[in-house]
């Protein structure tokens, strides 16, 4: 294994790069809309605080799935690559 080596395999990485670029999609406009409003507080407070819930909700259920598939979660994913230098994205 490569010392900046994630995965046990290239496989593995792809799937794990796939299924966060379709989730990463999935969640940014969610994401912005409650950071924009501030989570409901500022501006639109409907939409807001429903893209709020709608990110959360999102969020909640990849962790699960993640765990219930025995795949890495993202807070030690990213722990790793903090660990290996790569701090910024």
Do not use: K
Request: net charge positive.
């Amino acid at each position: 294994m490569h010392p900046f080596q994630i995965f046990c395999n290239r496989g593995h990485g792809r799937a794990w790069e796939a299924r966060n670029r379709h989730r990463g999609a999935q969640l940014y406009p969610f994401a912005v809309v409650a950071r924009m409003t501030r989570g409901g507080t500022r501006g639109d407070r409907v939409t807001g605080a429903r893209a709020h819930q709608d990110a959360d909700q999102l969020i909640n259920r990849w962790r699960d799935e993640d765990a219930d598939a025995g795949r890495m979660g993202l807070p030690e994913y990213l722990s790793i690559r903090y660990q290996l230098g790569f701090g910024r994205p």
